[in-house]
């Protein structure tokens, strides 16, 4: 008899939703999108910790990008553990970031998830959020997530995380704090059962 692998099912694109059982502090009550699952592992960027230590005005002050945008000042989210000093963007799939031209750097900064998301990790987009010339919807964060090769199907295995499908509203969603209970609530779930059944945090 063989044990069934959840490889087969690919999470590209898809919401991890940490259970309220979940015994990593760093993803307590996490929302997190899948920007790439497959036999090497899985990175994702959470969605919805805001960082309160660094504003979007800070890292373009650093950048030397002056914001002729007043509505771009918008607050950073804590992507993940990995990398926490690197940037990241995910954005609306409306983005067309070089009018058909290659990137400053040839193009290895963005990944093209689905038509509704996209993640781009050059000064580009940035320039273009300053600018308002950027995509329509955007979070700008700091580090992301990532697991090894089946670490994060032996963690769904464990009941740590539930998954389900990512729609833009939710995911840009300006109300960072209740994106845990919409995308519980998404799935035709109430909140309230899985704290009581999930134990304490």
Known sequence: MTTPSIQSSDLTGKL?????????PRFEL?????????????MGLVVNKPLTEVSFSDILGQLNIS???????????????????????????????FEGAKSRDEGGGS???NDEFSMTSTVDVLE????GTGPKRALV????????????????AQNAWLTCDATPDLVFAPDL????????????????MLSATGGSA
């Open 67 to 97: 914001c002729a945008n007043p509505v771009a000042d918008k607050g950073i989210c804590y992507g993940g553990p990995v990398e926490t000093g690197r940037g990241f963007v995910l954005h609306s799939g409306d983005y067309p970031r």
């Open 16 to 24: 991890l939703i940490a259970m309220p059982s979940m015994g990593d």
């Open 111 to 113: 990944i093209t998830v």
């Open 177 to 192: 704090n209740g994106k845990w209970q919409a995308a519980i609530e998404s799935m035709g779930i109430d909140p309230r």
């Open 128 to 131: 273009d959020i300053a600018l």
């Open 30 to 42: 996490s929302v997190i999108y899948i920007l790439a699952h497959n036999e090497d592992g899985t």
């Open 141 to 156: 964060m700091l580090g992301y997530s990532g697991w090894g090769a089946g670490q994060l199907e032996m963690e769904i």
